[in-house]
């Protein structure tokens, strides 16, 4: 069977990685891919949201089953378009992708669904959102305990979190006004600020068996110690304790199956990759959002650890007979990703550096360097976004994956180079205890 990998990021390079190595499978083509996917697959000069040309490639090269990786194109209606050509295509229809595309949708369907989630607002417009908070905090010295989002998709840095009525004005006027986030900012959400440690639970559904796959803890802040703006996300690991079987049983029961069931209800059949993004409260788990397609970077140490074939997996979503596969098979080792970034992300940066040391770090044992934001220019690999490299370890333990993970990194250089340097401390010190 010939593949094709829709998107050029760290999760379709993992992705890339995994189904190559499936014995179904002949080929793996990326549109667009990076530098990294050209060692796993073949890559397609096709932008990830050229509908009509994904779907050209897709009938002349015979492709059996097309895998959507990022967020925008399942947004658009990739998935819906395929399907009207009669393409087998892995994802969720424009409809159901609303629950990433819309935080409007998203926040409304799970009040629907009786699913914990943060108090909430939502405003068409500056002037009514910026009384809503002069009225509710009145003394600009007060704590003023909200999250500021843009509706619609802005790479995982569209949600500002907000403690005094000045920050939460200054929010609504980068999104409302500054068009900060272009058109993600036509609506936007003031939501309750939540307090506790965040955790994300992936499931695999094909709108009626829902397959939930081992928690994971993703890195959203920039710096060290959760400090500094919010990224798509600068590493991640799995397993986390901070997950347990019987939260898994309570995020399955109570925010997966309701979800699920109500966009059934709404005549909306979901199948592909539900991510719940949770914050671990007092008062137990409430969905801060979610995301219709595999993370970046939990991705990668989720893939890692698989040892099913995902392709078998793949197949059945799209044929809506999930129930036919066997439990997925885990390697017991946890896994590690430390994202690399370049010079000023999430902010402004340069790219076009050449990136050494490549090599070396794939050479340390139970390591998979995964790229995200390279390309080749001649025979050099070089930067081609803010973050850049997603490098994945395993290990016997999470201290042992970290230290395989970090020892990888220090073999690779560029200019302006960086990275946090506490991916997974989080785990060590709930161990720890």
């Not at 690991?237 to 898994?248: A, E, I, R």
């Not at 671990?280 to 595999?294: C, F, M, S």
């Not at 066997?326 to 896994?335: L, N, S």
Request: glycine share 10%; charged share 25%.
């Amino acid at each position: 069977m010939k593949v094709l990998v829709i998107g050029n990021g760290g999760r379709e390079h993992a992705l890339t990685w995994k189904i190559a190595a499936s014995p179904r499978v002949d080929r793996v083509f990326v549109a667009p891919g990076n530098a990294g996917t050209l060692e796993d697959a073949e890559n397609v000069d096709i932008s990830a949201t050229d509908i009509p040309g994904l779907i050209k490639f897709a009938k002349l090269n015979g492709i059996g089953l097309t895998v959507v990786g990022p967020e925008a194109p399942l947004c658009l209606g990739v998935v819906d378009a395929f399907q009207g050509e009669g393409l087998r295509v892995f994802g969720p229809s424009k409809q159901a992708a609303q629950l990433e595309g819309s935080k409007v949708f998203c926040k409304d369907l799970l009040h629907q669904a009786t699913v914990p989630s943060a108090e909430y607002r939502t405003f068409t417009d500056a002037e009514s959102a910026e009384h809503y908070i002069q009225d509710r905090y009145p003394d600009p010295e007060q704590d003023c305990p909200v999250v500021v989002k843009a509706d619609g998709l802005a790479s995982g840095k569209g949600a500002i979190v907000c403690h005094s009525p000045a920050e939460a004005l200054e929010a609504i006027d980068r999104i409302a006004r500054a068009r900060e986030f272009g058109g993600a900012g036509d609506k936007l959400v003031i939501e309750e600020r939540l307090d506790g440690p965040e955790a994300s639970v992936l499931a695999i559904t094909d709108g009626r068996t829902i397959l939930p796959l081992p928690p994971a803890q993703d890195h959203k802040p920039a710096f060290d110690g959760d400090q500094g703006p919010n990224t798509g996300g600068m590493g991640a690991y799995c397993p986390t304790p901070m997950v347990d079987s019987n939260t898994m049983d309570f995020v399955l029961s109570r925010v997966l199956l309701p979800t699920v069931h109500t966009l059934k209800k709404q005549k909306i059949a979901f199948r592909g990759v539900l991510y719940a993004g949770l914050m671990l409260t007092n008062q137990g788990p409430k969905v801060l959002e979610y995301n219709v397609r595999l993370g970046d970077p939990e991705c990668q140490p989720l893939l890692m650890r698989l040892k099913s074939d995902l392709v078998d997996i793949l197949d059945a979503v799209v044929d809506g007979d999930l129930k036919r596969i066997d439990e997925p098979v885990w390697d017991e080792r946890p896994a590690v990703c430390v994202v690399m970034a370049s010079e000023g992300y999430p902010g402004d940066y340069t790219t076009g550096h050449e990136i050494r040391g490549l090599a070396e770090a794939a050479a340390v044992p139970d390591v998979k360097v995964f790229h995200a934001g390279t390309k080749m220019q001649g025979d050099r690999v070089v930067t081609a976004g803010g973050r850049v490299l997603g490098v994945t370890a395993m290990g016997s333990s999470v201290s042992a994956a970290k230290l395989q993970a970090y020892t990888a990194v220090k073999a690779i250089r560029w200019q302006g180079a960086w990275c946090r340097k506490d991916i997974s401390d989080k785990a060590l010190a709930l161990d720890s205890k």
